[in-house]
């Protein structure tokens, strides 16, 4: 059983790097890429919906056995990349295995990228890097009502900067939990 949940994820993976590479001259966090034009990002006060960073997840999963798994809730991703790294398929591994056990319970994931490229191209990667994180979910048994996404691109950077640190702290995945 065990062995062919990690073929089968060997497998989506696979499938994903063939698929997440950009051809030609597309511009986007991609070597030789522009900057990206920045006017007009905004926090615009969209409703989550229910979703909160905390809730009963925490209360009733984050503190159980492979609970250091299930509170890191945010995946992050190479430059141009949407290939999910070994480290971040395990904690996926945990909270698909949660979600799972616990039917009732959703999860938004919000995609995200540098500020690099423009911003129709972070608005894709960032899709392309839920899509990414999606599959590995529904691998787990996770059913597909349980999870909705949304891709900011660069609009909801989490820290402010021009420099290698910065950007590799904005390109990722966030797993938000409902209430």
């Known amino acids: 059983m065990v062995g062919t949940k990690i073929v089968g994820i060997a497998a989506l993976l696979i499938i994903l790097a063939g698929c997440g590479g950009t051809a030609g001259t597309a511009v986007g966090d991609g070597p030789g890429a522009a900057p990206g034009v920045a006017g007009g990002a905004s926090a615009s006060g969209l409703d989550d919906g229910g979703f909160a960073a905390g809730g009963a997840f925490e209360e009733d999963y984050g503190q159980t056995a492979g609970g250091a798994a299930l509170d890191n809730r945010v995946i992050y991703f190479g430059y141009d990349d949407a290939d999910v790294d070994a480290a971040s398929l ?6 698909g295995a949660y979600l ?14 540098d500020e690099r490229g423009s911003r129709e191209y972070n608005i894709g990667l960032g899709e392309r890097r839920v899509q990414a994180v999606r599959q590995i979910l529904l691998l787990q048994g996770v059913t597909g009502t349980q999870i909705s996404s949304v891709s900011y691109g660069e609009e909801r950077p989490a820290v402010l900067g021009s420099d290698e640190e ?14």
């Open 90 to 95: 395990e904690m996926l591994e945990a909270h």
């Open 100 to 113: 799972a056990e616990n039917v009732g319970t959703a999860v938004r994931l919000e995609g995200h990228a």
């Open 166 to 179: 910065a950007w590799s702290l904005n390109r990722r995945v966030e797993l938000i939990y409902a209430d």
